[in-house]
């Protein structure tokens, strides 16, 4: 014998709930004879009857209030799940997981989507440009934060701030007193590069040879952490993009006349993911008048 349908026991249990056929159908936004047709096609498959019709509504049955106690559990389940899901609609709860370029721009913006949805439980991944935008790709983060992200067929960014590069002089260095430095003037100077994977690497490296310029690093460093702390305890004059940390002992930050480009910080995601509730929400919360 054909097993009952799930929207049979639906239409069942919201006729026993309501004790009503015209309610039932109101609730579920159905008409009530399609809310009629079910109930009789079970009762015609296992020639029984499950609800007596009176003046005062539906009334179960014997047979239909055996059943009605088996079947209940299964109306309460699917509003809790309505529920989940409502709240998930919401924001109420979530998850998001951002893969982060600099600390200072992401901060900024996770401290801002923290107090419109608190709870959203958010993951944060920090890397150089290429791992962020690997992350986003391989889908081990739903969004990235990131310097100039990538232009493709199969990202959607967004620019929130623009930012230029400076260089980082040790505060105690003769050049720290300057107002604005030259490449030229770093070639004799004990200078840190970032490695290859490094967005602000890449943009210093467009610039020296478009410049004609050549500069030998004294180190080459993985992290901007990293080169942070080497300038700052006096190693010599590395790069950053100026709001990339908001850290600011030890060092002097100076204008690079050759750096008058500013660069974006963008947030970008797949363009599949794009339309997710969560994802969606961080997007807009970049252009709602509150972000101006």
Not at 218 to 223: G, K, P, S
């Amino acid at each position: 014998m054909k097993r009952l349908s799930s929207s049979q026991i639906r239409v069942f249990n919201e006729v026993a709930s309501q004790a009503s056929f015209s309610d039932a159908a109101r609730v579920l936004g159905v008409s009530q004879p399609a809310i009629t047709a079910h109930i009789r096609t079970i009762e015609k498959a296992y020639s029984v009857k499950l609800f007596e019709r009176t003046g005062a509504g539906a009334v179960l049955t014997q047979i239909g209030r055996q059943l009605f106690h088996r079947t209940a559990s299964m109306r309460d389940t699917e509003r809790e799940a309505a529920e989940i899901l409502e709240r998930a609609y919401t924001l109420e709860v979530g998850e998001l997981s951002i893969a982060c370029g600099a600390p200072g721009p992401a901060m900024q913006l996770v401290s801002r989507f923290q107090k419109v949805y608190p709870g959203v439980q958010l993951q944060l991944l920090f890397g150089n440009w290429q791992e962020v935008v690997n992350a986003v790709r391989d889908r081990k983060a739903d969004l990235g934060l990131l310097t100039d992200a990538p232009d493709a067929d199969d990202i959607v960014k967004l620019p929130f701030y623009y930012q230029k590069i400076v260089a980082l002089v040790p505060q105690d260095h003769p050049l720290a007193r300057r107002l604005t430095l030259s490449l030229s003037e770093l070639q004799n100077e004990p200078v840190l590069f970032r490695t290859e994977h490094s967005q602000t690497q890449r943009a210093i490296n467009t610039v020296l040879e478009r410049a004609g310029l050549h500069i030998k690093p004294l180190l080459v460093l993985e992290t901007r952490e990293a080169i942070y702390e080497a300038c700052a305890q006096g190693v010599g004059i590395g790069f950053m993009f100026d709001a990339a940390s908001t850290r600011c002992d030890g060092v002097i930050r100076i204008p690079v006349s050759q750096f008058p480009e500013t660069h974006s910080e963008d947030v970008f995601c797949l363009s599949s993911q794009r339309s997710l509730r969560v994802t969606d929400a961080f997007f807009s919360m970049l252009t709602s008048p509150s972000s101006e």
